[in-house]
């Protein structure tokens, strides 16, 4: 009967020292002496040293076979303190599935530009540091399923082609569409809204498409969008979803993703520190903070990415600015009732990223919400459709658009929210 193969990490957690096992995967690196090969072999887990000696009947083999060709090992597991990972693998049958043409990437990040890596993006994918940030990317991800699932939210899948904006026309991608105008989507949020007359709390996890011209740390303009979306609540239950929902990603995720971690260089105290409730300022209290620190800005403009960085160090952890003035916000933000010149909207801020999510009370009276429209110069009849579900049932609701790869750029340290996606699109770069 052949051998069951086993992941290269479970030989690295102890479990098969002196054992005779066998492993599949890439060779990732080579190295060679007079009477030893080494042979560093890379699986989905982890990787592992394997020696082959001069008088082993597979050294040819192993002279043979380059960097990247995919093999299979068997061997007897050693405990070895000199090797990565404290075990090496002595092997005693060596096959190769398919040799490898000499690979285009010999060192790695740090040696190799990083314009060389992003052009071979798809080699590069094979980094052991990028497996690592995929690793937890899908780690992110099934907490934040597993949060809203707890939490009674029903998840949805909204469409990607769309007749008019949601978050204003600058940052539209257009396309034809048998001969019409369409977008591709910024926002489930619209639709959302639409389907909370059904299930009530709704959410979704699926991409955006931003025609952002910034070339900033933080701009995609393809990112995975996290949309919730919930009837019969306000601005407080908004704020504590929000703050919940983020707290429990980075608990979990350290829990399980120490080792990736660890391994990436990312400050894991920072994210167990992470607990509610998250502080809450208003904007105006966010403006006279900048002042204080001699930024220019003045009551009623946007806060620039340097605005929110200097706010957020001030933190050091996740915040909140809330209460912001209404004409810098959506068409659809509800207004304070007892100050309409600020809208229930709220941004939740990290040290170094800045924004990481918007969300807000949604305007659920028609008439407002008629008003708004026209205040923004947007024609009524685009958003017929969305009128309706004032019209019939309307709810006071509430809703947020969390980005995936901020996220992740700000809990792993990421230089560049690049790195937090496996093929970005950015202005420059949509190849591979
Ligand atoms: P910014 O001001 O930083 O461009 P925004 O206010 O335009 O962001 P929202 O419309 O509020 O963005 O989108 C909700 C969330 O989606 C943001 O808080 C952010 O986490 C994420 N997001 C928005 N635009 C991008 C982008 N171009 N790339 C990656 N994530 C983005
Ligand atoms: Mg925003």
Request: proline fraction near 14%.
């Given at each position: 009967m052949p051998m069951p193969i086993i992941a290269i990490q479970e030989i690295l957690d102890g479990k098969s020292k002196g054992e005779s096992v066998t492993i599949r995967g890439w060779i990732h690196r080579k190295r060679e002496s007079k009477q030893t090969i080494f042979l560093i072999v890379r699986d989905a887990s982890s990787v592992i040293q394997c020696t082959v000696k001069r008088d082993n009947p597979f050294w040819t083999q192993a002279k043979k076979v380059t960097k990247e060709s995919p093999v299979m090992i068997k061997g007897t597991v050693k405990q070895d303190k000199r090797a990565t990972g404290g075990y090496e693998i002595a092997v005693e049958r060596l096959s190769i599935i398919g040799l490898a043409e000499t690979?285009?990437?010999?060192?790695?990040k740090g040696e190799e530009t990083e314009k060389f890596l992003r052009d071979n993006r798809h080699l590069w994918l094979r980094s052991r540091r990028m497996n690592w940030i995929m690793r937890v990317r899908s780690e992110v991800l099934r907490f934040i399923h597993e949060f809203f699932r707890k939490e009674g939210f029903i998840e949805v899948s909204p469409p990607m082609f769309i007749s008019s904006a949601c978050e204003g026309g600058a940052t539209l991608f257009g396309l034809k569409y048998f001969g019409k105008d369409l977008y591709l989507t910024q926002s489930a949020q619209l639709y959302l809204e639409a389907l909370i007359y059904s299930l009530e709390k709704v959410y979704c996890v699926a991409p955006s498409f931003r025609a952002e011209k910034s070339r900033t740390i933080r701009h995609l303009t393809e990112y995975w969008h996290v949309e919730p979306e919930w009837a019969f609540a306000g601005m407080d239950d908004l704020m504590r979803v929000e703050e919940d929902l983020v707290s429990y990603v980075c608990q979990k995720t350290v829990e399980n993703c120490r080792r990736e971690m660890k391994s990436l260089g990312a400050d894991t105290s920072k994210l167990i520190a992470v607990k509610t409730p998250f502080p809450r300022i208003k904007y105006t209290e966010a403006i006279e903070r900048l002042n204080a620190k001699d930024f220019k800005i003045r009551w009623g403009e946007d806060l620039g990415f340097d605005e929110e960085k200097a706010l957020a160090e001030e933190f050091d952890k996740p915040f909140f600015i809330y209460a912001?003035?209404?004409?810098?916000?959506?068409?659809y933000c509800k207004t304070?009732?007892?100050?309409?010149?600020?809208?229930m909207s709220t941004d939740m801020l990290v040290p170094r990223i800045g924004e990481i999510s918007t969300g807000g009370v949604r305007e659920d009276d028609k008439e407002e919400l008629l008003k708004r429209l026209k205040e923004f110069g947007l024609r009524e009849e685009d958003y017929d459709w969305y009128i309706d579900l004032r019209r019939y049932g309307t709810v006071p609701h509430v809703g947020f658009g969390l980005g995936v790869e901020r996220l992740l750029t700000w809990m792993l340290d990421l230089e560049n929210i690049i790195d937090a996606i496996p093929f970005p699109r950015t202005i420059r770069r949509f190849y591979p």
């Open positions: 690979f285009p990437i010999t060192k790695g912001y003035p209404r004409q810098i916000k959506a068409f304070y009732r007892d100050n309409p010149d600020l809208a």
